[in-house]
């Protein structure tokens, strides 16, 4: 299992498969590099490198859960592409992962390739968050991954409609694992939810346009879920308009987030990926 240390000892996971382009992976929030799973047969032409972010997947959990912050996974990000020996990277950014390609593009742009956004922008529509801080931290009530799957299925059905049961399962066999006892666990540390909730007392929430506007002329896409509540169609317009050189795409049918595996997705993906080498 490959793991390299942090600057403040923590083991952290990663991946790294393929030969070409370096492509690093920023998953979700709570995700993890499973996250990418779909999307994986579609780089077969770059070096793939996805990584557990601290507290997350099947890296180590930090002592101090404020360590979980945007900037410390940016840090660990680019201890990672040191351990690797990668000066730089294009980075495909879900969710967090986005948030934290764009705080890279601000403090280590030298190091990036480009930028892909999956269904996230410098402004976070309020209901989506919300919904994400319903489930955050908290133990699942379904019994195994049958159950999940299929509860996974009924809640998202609205925002991903035609999607299999299959699909689900897979899902939620990246997002908890039956406990020997009965019942799910977590894949990722519960105190992220803390973390969450403390670090967002702190003050008003920063203004994030001046990281997505330090990518300035790199390569950059962005992919937004056509029934997305989390990135809207007028943050798009604003994020196409600082950046008129920004590829914007809507995968149809997806809410947050996309699997990355839609044809549209894909071509998206890796018509970026042509531009970053």
Known sequence: MPRFAARDGLMLHYEDAGQGLPVLCLAGLTRNSGDFEFLLPHLSKVRT???????????????????YSIPQEAEDAIALLDHLG?????????????????????SHRDRLAGVLLNDIGPEIDGLGMGRIMDYLGRELQFGDLDSAAAGLKAVM???????????????AELMWYEKPQGGLGLRYDAR???????????????????LFEAIGDLPVTALRGANSDLLSPTTLTEMTRRLPHLRAE????????????????VTAIQDFLETCQ
């Open 157 to 171: 059905e609205a925002g991903f409609p035609g999607v299999p049961l299959s699909r689900w399962h897979r899902q």
């Open 86 to 106: 990668i000066e730089r990277a294009a980075i495909l950014g879900t969710s967090r992962g986005g948030l934290i390609a764009m705080t890279l593009a601000a």
């Open 250 to 265: 809507t995968i149809p049918d997806r809410a947050h987030v996309p699997f990355l595996d839609e044809p549209a997705a």
């Open 192 to 210: 992220l939810r803390d973390a969450v909730i403390a670090q967002s007392a702190t003050g008003p929430a920063p203004d994030l346009w001046p």
């Open 49 to 67: 490198i996805r990584m557990d972010y601290r507290g997350r997947g099947q890296s180590d959990y930090a002592e101090d859960f404020m360590r």
